[in-house]
């Protein structure tokens, strides 16, 4: 088996000769899985802060990163307002695909 494309923006360390898609032929091309961390509703915001704070700080360790780079992520640290954005945007993104490809439920 020979790997074509990765579909991150960036080519992968674990495997740094495979293009990404965009690189291979298909410009514009960018799939990724992300996790966070949500809270409830109306969660002080100072202790979302610190929360974000602390993780940063755990994603900043040299073990931890070595883990997730182990499994292929790479860890992206962000303020709780950036996130905030990736999660509208996603929706937006997906929405329009499902739309545009006519894609129905079952």
């Given at each position: 088996?020979?790997?074509?494309?990765?579909?991150?923006?960036?080519?992968?360390?674990?495997?740094?000769?495979?293009?990404t898609?965009?690189?291979?032929?298909?410009?514009?091309?960018?799939?990724?899985?992300?996790?966070g961390?949500?809270?409830?509703a109306?969660?002080?915001p100072?202790?979302?802060?610190?929360?974000?704070?602390?993780?940063?700080?755990v994603?900043?360790?040299?073990?931890?990163?070595?883990?997730?780079?182990?499994e292929?992520?790479?860890?992206?640290?962000?303020?709780?307002?950036?996130?905030?954005?990736?999660?509208?945007?996603?929706?937006?993104?997906?929405?329009?695909?499902?739309?545009?490809?006519?894609i129905?439920?079952?």
């Amino acid at each position: 088996m020979r790997a074509l494309a990765v579909t991150g923006a960036q080519r992968s360390p674990l495997a740094p000769e495979v293009p990404t898609a965009s690189e291979a032929g298909l410009p514009g091309f960018v799939l990724e899985a992300w996790w966070g961390i949500l809270g409830p509703a109306k969660m002080p915001p100072d202790l979302v802060k610190r929360l974000n704070q602390e993780l940063n700080t755990v994603l900043a360790q040299p073990e931890v990163r070595d883990v997730l780079a182990r499994e292929g992520a790479t860890p992206k640290p962000e303020t709780p307002e950036e996130f905030g954005k990736l999660i509208p945007a996603e929706l937006a993104r997906w929405t329009k695909l499902i739309k545009d490809a006519n894609i129905q439920t079952e």
